[in-house]
């Protein structure tokens, strides 16, 4: 399952990567929100897949899965839910500004 | 604190009085204010000469730096004693002049007068610093008072190229001497000048003993304009005149030489020292010599000639390095008379130089210009200043009664001797220095003929000049005077001279030397028919045919050497140097987000997959690893077939739902994987995350145009495949090398430790609690900025 997962995390980070190198601001933002996935699943299958039970200690189980990437994605999914909103406002705010979002387009204005 | 330090600190101190005295006593010039300076320090100086005569030498030690080993300590010996006395002597009389030669109404002289002081406190700190930082530090303040003093009217574009380019010169220069300085501290372990000198043997032995010695005098050649970083000193010449006379004719261009001549018992008896040094400094000479002759600009011309001079010191200086190979006891006269001609000559030449310097200024001052070309027949209008031309001049030429001709037998003493050395291949090459060092004197004596005889012999041409020429005031006469005296004194008493000043300074360039008396004669006048005497009789004649068939073979001379000019070299350099920069930063800075992030993501795969191929970080090993259920495969597959949904879509809308797909699925793994909180968060974020896409779908444009696809751009898919390679590799390997156990183990103490069953929410709000503070944090400021972007617009900077 983890060299599954660890293509799998691949395949997201290519595409993310190539919507990043893309020109309109969106699938830019797509691209980062893809990349983000890739991430938190990528911590995941580091700390090792499916090893143990659930972590709450009220279920007994001989053994739980590592909490601590746990702790550590739910972090990260939270920022990242942040970072995505706050470029979605300002991907907005950019177009109502300047009148387009294409970065092409967005290149050597006047106020840079 | 010693009255040395003392000494050096005076001018720099003074400097704050200046401005005070410019505004307060407008009335006065400012110079005679300043005058007292470096009279008094030469007073001080003078007293102490008696004493070095005898083989006494005055340390000061003042700790500035003492966990690096850097002390301020002042050290006199005859070298800097002598070198002390220019400084101080010159700068005395070059204050005198200046006030006489410039303006207390037009000028702003409280500039001049500080920026002259600041360097004639540098320029002594140069040369009584022992510590070859605290020099070095003295020796970057004179370019930088040099600088500023060159572009004194700042308003002329030729000042301010001309303080640029000696500026770029030296500094460099003086970058590559601290290189060298610090190799020197490396190789010995201290910056004491003595302590280094103590250190000789081991230091000819290093193997960064040839670096340094490059290094440093690559420093001491662009100070000195050596060849071919002479190329400032001319374009110097747009500085008042005074400051020409002083800087750039007998204080700063020697600084070079005070530190060849310093370090000579650290480098000397070296071949390549010595091949570097006597080799530059001839090339220096007939080069400078050569160039001269055809400049119409007297400044200029003696700008060319003060290179030659310099290069005629340097010479010397290297010759006389030889003796350190052989040791007190053989040196005879054959090796000390080099060393003894360029202290000599060292004296001559900041006599005469800088009397023609104030002849010239004086030409200029009252004549209005500098051109040979409009000048004439000066002679019965100006007596006095054609006197002194003459002395001058006729001194730079070797001529007697005047102290060049002393040095100037003293030069072919040193190469005709140094022909007959047996060292350094000298047996091969030897031949050649006289040749070179003849050729060079008879392109010196023939421009300065020209120096003399072209603006006071001929025809007067008032309707060229733009003022009605007449005599100097006296004050501005009274200080070339005095040189122009001591050009006389020197060569009736040259005895005197090398008793007081000479020997100690040769002591302190051949340690040991003088002390053995191994040799050292008394400087004669007349010694017969020497060889030397009959080569300045070649001079002499040679020189008067070359002088007589000038304008015959001018045409040939002009022509030729503007068409190699370094000067030409230089500025084509920087031209071209700044083309490539502004080439190369349009190259790569193209303003476009996608080449940027095309780098940063190439950079990750050469250095992190580079690096993993490099060390065979690369370990697959699928044991520990746990099964794939079908249903596990098919929602990887729907996973990333929502990814590649992203990707290909025709319209925004279908990206969006993809998007939402993978979210949702990547929630359902966090359900397979066994965190329930992660899958709960991945929901709701995901959910929420899917409406904000919605709201900018619809305020933002659509795809370009109307639903285009994304062609394949085949950069941007090298680049994103091999991102993902890398990442992929990078997450099968880590699983391969797992070092060590997991501390997770702690954490399932959860309840006994913090009361707590969740063990995720337990890491979360107890055990790792700080995390989630400042997570919060940033959520609270994304959501300031989301509202701060909505609410608060650009007031009117870019209008809807």
Redesign the interface.
Known sequence: ???????????????G??????????????GS??IA??A???I???????????????REAPS?????P??L???A???N??????L??????T??????????QM??LE?? | MSWLHLLILTPFLYTILVPFLYKGLRRIHTGWFVLPVPALLFVSLARQIPQVAEGGTLSYELPWIPSLGINFTAYLDGLSLMFGLIITGVGALVILYSIYYLSKEREALHNFYVYLLLFMGAMLGVVFAENVLVLYLFWEMTSISSFLLIAYWYQRKSSTYGAQKAFMITIAGGLAMLTGVLLLGNITGTFSIREMIAQFAVIQGHSTFIPAMVLILLGAFTKSAQFPFHIWLPDAMEAPTPISAYLHSATMVKAGIYLIARLTPIFGGNMVWFWLVAGVGLITLFWGSFVAVKQTDLKAMLAYSTIGQLGIIVSLLGIGSAALYSGVAEAGALYTTAILGAVFHLVNHSTFKGCLFMVVGIIDHEAGTRDIRRLGGLMNLMPVTFSLAVIGSFSMAGLPPFNGFLSKELFFTGMLNASQFGIFHLETWGRLLPFVAWVGSVFTFVYCMIFVLRPFMGKYQPQKLEKKTHEAPWGMLFPPMILAGLVILFFFFPNVLAKYLLYPAMAAILPGFVAADSGLGTIAAWHGWTPELLMTLGVVGIGTIVFLAFRKWRGIIVRVPARFTWSALYDNFLAKTEGFAARFTDFYMT????DY??YI?AIFITVSGGSMLINGGFAFD?T?????ALF??VL?LV??GA??M??WSRT?LT??IG?GI??YL?AA??V???????AL??LV?ET??TV??L???Y???S??GKNEK?GW?VP??V???G???V??IM??S??GNRVFE???RF??S??ELAG?????NA??VDF?GF??LF?IL??C???I??HT??KLR?EG??P?
């Open positions: 399952m983890e060299t599954l997962m660890s293509v799998v995390i691949g395949i997201l980070f290519a595409i990567v190539y919507l990043l190198l893309s020109r309109k601001l969106l699938r830019i933002i797509l929100s893809l996935h890739g938190n699943l990528l995941l299958t580091m700390g090792g897949l499916k090893k143990g039970g659930v972590p709450l200690l009220e739980y899965t590592d909490p601590i746990q702790a994605i739910l972090t999914i939270v920022i839910f942040a970072l995505t909103a706050f979605l406002v300002l991907a907005y705010r177009y109502v500004s300047v009148g387009t979002d294409d970065m092409e290149r050597g106020d840079e | 303003g476009r987000l996608r992030l095309l993501f699928p520990g690893a746990s099964p794939i596990e495969l990887v996973l990333v990814a590649l992203v990707l925004r990206a969006i998007l993978a979210g990547v793994f966090f397979i994987f066994r965190a329930p909180d992660l968060t991945q974020v929420v995350t904000l896409f709201l900018c779908f305020f933002l444009s795809w370009q994304v751009r941007e898919l680049i994103a495949v991102v993902g390679l990442v992929t997450a099968l880590a699983q997991p501390i997770s954490y399932e959860a309840y707590a069953k969740n063990i995720v890491i979360l790792r995390d989630t997570e940033v959520f400021m994304a959501g900025g989301v972007l909505i650009g900077k870019n809807k």
